[in-house]
């Protein structure tokens, strides 16, 4: 089974950039589709992006789109997301997700088997 590792948080300046990667082994990354969600303290994990197999086609929650671009490297086994004009609401702890399923559901945590631990980032106004 696949193991998730995500890198790339940080402590960033409101207005700032960071690109965070989820990096998978004991698996191919290209089975399955691949989400990011993040979840701030005291609120329930939520949906940030998610990216389909091949990467033609993703989508996003309405509270990042357009700051935040999705992406993957097949070939490097690796997800990133992208995370530009970042906003203080936007600190939280960001946690890649993966499952090898077909389901029309992508924007729930019960949409997804195998979890990273999670990369803290944390935008300062």
């Known amino acids: 089974q696949v193991q998730l590792v995500e890198s790339g948080g940080g402590l960033v300046q409101a207005g700032g950039s960071l690109r965070l990667s989820c990096a998978a082994s004991g698996g191919t990354l290209s089975y399955y589709r691949v989400a990011w969600f993040r979840q701030a303290p005291g609120k329930e994990r939520e949906f940030a992006a998610a990216?389909?197999?091949?990467?033609?086609?993703?989508s996003y929650a309405d509270s990042v789109k357009g700051r935040f671009t999705i992406s993957r490297d097949n070939a490097k086994n690796t997800v990133y997301l992208q995370m530009n004009s970042l906003k203080p609401e936007d600190t939280a702890v960001y946690y890649c997700?993966?499952?090898?399923?077909?389901?029309?559901?992508?924007?729930?945590?019960?949409?997804?088997?195998?979890w990273g631990q999670g990369t803290q980032v944390t935008v300062s106004s």
């Open positions: 990216i389909s197999r091949s990467g033609v086609r993703t």
């Open positions: 997700a993966a499952d090898r399923g077909y389901g029309s559901s992508e924007g729930s945590p019960d949409d997804y088997e195998y």
